[in-house]
């Protein structure tokens, strides 16, 4: 409704614009009909001294409106400020994707390259590598430490109750010194049968301890049996 | 009649000055005013309609000048334009201010040995 308005209200403003052109034109021309012209020539020649009719019809147009001119002017001005705003972060999106693009690819290229060497080396090159020894998990396994290997005890509850222990070997007798504990039979005895006499242990000197046993390398010594 | 063109350089607002001085003595349509200013002048300024109309229009805007449709002395329909009360202490502002300018371009030139 309003719009509908809107456009009356501009059609009129328009028509009362040109009205008044032509109104200035007439009075000219009747001004030069009188001076002696002809009619026609009188016509031709007020509009010819008049000028651009649309360009003072739109200076005019302009300045009935120029609220909304400025409003537009606004418009327009925002709008480019926001092209120019999501061009700008288009550019520098599409320039870190391509940085990005270009760096996987590089890695991409070393991997492969990596990778051939790999597959080129010699197939024996690994074999004189030792692997970690693997740890003892799993109690019906029936693994046992033996004579020789190297342990480390940490506590689980609090790392720095062991801190400064270090490796502690395995002694040809099968016993091993621990921080406080003293000598304990560590040979042929699993890891939680270690663990549950080394907390019995350690309960008398600790509220709260949870004494764990790490194998660090399995050991080559040779058993010695007391008799 | 041949077309005039202006003899002079105009100051900024120098035509809305003369065009509210004009109207200051009574209702007129454009091309009236356009006439008056130039009679009064003696021909030394010529008033472009390309400068006149959206000068009246912005004037309108400023509420100097209203404007009626009414009918002119050669009987055509014309659009009528009226100093207003706004456009007559506007007309005393600037009349003042324009006295000053050229009382003090007066002196410059007298200075100057010019004049």
Same mark, same amino acid.
Do not use: K, V, Y
């Given at each position: 409704m309003r719009r509908r308005s809107n456009r009356a209200e501009r059609s009129a403003l328009e028509q009362d614009i040109a009205d008044e052109l032509a109104s200035h034109l007439d009075h000219c021309a009747d001004d030069l009909a009188s001076a002696g012209l002809s009619l026609d020539a009188a016509r031709s020649e007020a509009r010819r001294r008049f000028g651009n009719t649309d360009t003072i019809h739109a200076a005019c147009r302009r300045e009935d409106l120029y609220e909304n001119y400025l409003m537009q002017q606004l418009t327009i001005g925002l709008l480019a400020l926001m092209l120019v705003g999501l061009a700008f972060f288009t550019v520098r999106q599409s320039h870190a994707q391509a940085v990005e693009r270009e760096r996987i690819t590089e890695m991409h290229e070393q991997l492969t390259t990596l990778n051939a060497n790999f597959l080129a $080396? /010699? !197939?024996? &090159? +690994? =074999? #004189?590598l030792q692997m970690p020894p693997e740890e /003892?998990?799993? /109690? !019906? =396994?029936g693994w046992v430490y033996d004579v020789g290997d190297t342990i480390e005890i940490v506590d =689980? $509850?609090? /790392?720095? &109750? +062991? #801190?400064?222990?270090g490796p502690i070997r395995v002694e040809p007798d099968g016993q091993a010194l621990f921080p406080d504990a003293g000598w304990v039979m560590v040979a042929d005895r699993s890891r939680q049968e270690l663990e549950q006499e080394l907390r019995q242990r350690y309960k008398v000197y600790y509220a709260q301890i949870e004494p764990r046993v790490v194998l660090v390398a399995r050991g080559g010594f040779s058993r010695i049996t007391f008799r | 009649m041949t077309p005039k063109e202006p003899d002079v350089d105009l100051m900024p607002g120098t035509l809305d000055l003369m065009v509210l001085g004009v109207l200051r003595a009574g209702a007129d349509h454009g091309y009236a005013i356009a006439r008056r200013i130039e009679r009064a002048s003696k021909d030394a300024i010529g008033i472009e309609e390309g400068s006149l109309y959206p000068a009246l229009h912005r004037m309108q805007r400023k509420k100097w000048i209203t404007s009626e449709w009414g009918i002119s002395d050669s009987g055509r329909r014309a659009k009528f334009y009226t100093l207003s009360d706004a456009g007559r202490k506007e007309l005393d502002r600037r009349k003042s201010r324009w006295e000053a300018t050229t009382r003090a371009v007066r002196r410059v030139l007298n200075v100057g040995g010019v004049a």
């Open positions: $080396l /010699p !197939e024996d &090159t +690994f =074999s #004189g /003892p998990t799993r /109690p !019906e =396994s =689980s $509850l609090n /790392p720095i &109750t +062991f #801190g400064q222990a | -």
